[in-house]
């Protein structure tokens, strides 16, 4: 039953001149202030969600954004700040990209916010989709398999530090602690401090490729995982969500259909499907030319891929439309009982899934956000939320 309800920001600015007929992805380049407006913005939504009974504000990890798209670096240290000036609302990462961490830095800096917040900050790992991000920081990207490989030994490395008052590690990448002489003594073990004050650590992962390997990593740790809402594609995928729940029952524990999962929409309230098209369409098709090169919409050819930064060739390049994406489900369109009445079946059609995240694309102005999540709040999550 749903009873929970976030939202996912990726931390984009607003921007101008956007859809496939404005500027290419490619040609923004954002001043430094303009691209720091990230942070009030960041500020304005979480301060809405933490007045309007939202559980948790999910924040991404990105770098090197000239272009006003993703362009909150460090999520520990906003989430920090953020709790500083909430008072209820968790705040997710969503998600520290391991990958560009060593990984005892990310599980002290997690352990020290824990407990800074009292438990308010929801930790999250994942490996990273930009070239641009995780291979400028020395890991590999381009390689698959390595960074999976990577990936895998620094989240094991993770729990032994949280979890183990003493702990030692020996694997491909790491030799944690080495043997050194230390203060008359020969180093063996050493030990994370902090420890974090919430265990065991609650922790999330995207859901994108959903192979068996990667579901059973995520069940090995009690990983938790969100399906769309962010640079993967979005909706209740039937097939994801089952694979998700026989991997947890490979590993000893049984869940109803959508236990342990978080499903992500995007959602635009409006009086009627064919204004909240018309509204949210250039936001859609500016999340389309950021996300197209990075393979993450399913089904371009190379043709159509690289018609989406040419504005004189998108529009007859055959692209997808916000139309089919409402059709798909990845997108919620129309009056707010509408929306409720989709949620509704989807409850219905996972009766373990407890949290849903909403919220709006990358390119979405400032103000349209904060009004959707109000909306939302008001007409559509007090027929989940009940007392």
Same mark, same amino acid.
């Given at each position: ?5 976030? &939202?996912?920001?990726?931390?984009? #600015? ?11 992805? @490619? =040609? ?10 990230? $942070? /009030? ?6 301060? !809405? +969600? ?6 948790? $504000?999910?924040?991404? *990890? ?32 969503? $998600?520290?990209?391991? /990958? ?17 917040? @009292? ?34 030994? %620094? ?23 080495? *043997? ?6 020969? !180093? ?20 994108? &490729? ?7 990593? +995520? ?20 097939? #994801?969500? %089952? ?27 409006? =009086? &009627? #499907? ?7 369409? /250039?936001?859609?098709?500016?999340? +389309? ?10 089904? !371009?050819?190379?043709? %159509? ?13 055959? !692209? ?26 989807? %409850? ?8 849903? @995240? ?30």
């Amino acid at each position: 039953m749903i009873t929970k309800f976030g &939202s996912l920001f990726a931390g984009h #600015v607003d921007l101008d001149d956007e859809g496939l007929d404005g500027t290419p992805a @490619n =040609d923004r380049w954002l001043c430094d202030d303009r691209l720091a407006e990230v $942070f /009030p913005k960041t500020e304005a939504i979480a301060k !809405l +969600m933490d007045r309007t009974g939202y559980d948790i $504000f999910w924040l991404a *990890e990105h770098h090197f954004q000239r272009e006003g798209y993703e362009c909150i670096p460090t999520v520990l240290l906003l989430a920090l700040h953020l709790c500083h000036i909430t008072k209820n609302i968790r705040i997710g990462c969503g $998600f520290n990209i391991a /990958p560009m961490w060593h990984p005892l830095r990310m599980a002290e800096d997690y352990a020290t916010v824990d407990r800074l917040t @009292n438990g308010r900050v929801v930790f999250g790992v994942g490996r990273g989709y930009h070239t641009r991000e995780v291979e400028v920081f020395g890991a590999p990207l381009l390689d698959q398999e390595a960074n999976r490989e990577l990936f895998e030994e %620094q989240v094991d490395l993770i729990f032994k530090s949280f979890n183990e008052k003493s702990f030692s590690h020996h694997g491909k990448s790491y030799t944690i602690p080495p *043997e050194v002489p230390y203060r008359g003594y020969a !180093l063996k073990e050493i030990t994370l401090v902090p420890r974090p004050k919430t265990l065991p650590v609650e922790c999330w992962q995207p859901v994108v &490729s959903a192979s068996p390997r990667a579901l059973d990593f +995520m069940a090995k740790h009690g990983i938790k995982g969100i399906i769309g809402g962010g640079a993967a594609q979005g909706g209740a995928s039937e097939k #994801v969500i %089952q694979a998700f729940r026989e991997a947890r029952a490979r590993a000893g524990k049984e869940t109803e259909l959508g236990g342990d999962l978080c499903i992500g929409f995007s959602v635009h309230i409006a =009086d &009627s #499907v064919e204004q909240g098209i018309k509204d949210a369409t /250039p936001f859609f098709e500016e999340h +389309m030319k950021m996300f197209a090169p990075l393979g993450f919409v399913r089904g !371009l050819t190379p043709e %159509q891929i690289d018609a989406v930064a040419d504005p004189k060739r998108a529009r007859q390049a055959g !692209l997808p439309t916000l139309r089919q994406a409402i059709k798909a489900g990845t997108w919620l369109i129309g009056p707010p009982e509408d929306i409720t009445e989709q949620l509704m079946e989807i %409850q219905h059609r996972y009766p373990g899934l407890e949290v849903i @995240n909403v919220g709006q694309p990358v390119g979405t102005p400032q103000k349209v956000i904060l009004e959707q999540l109000e909306r939302f709040s008001k007409q559509v999550m007090p027929a989940f939320k009940r007392d």
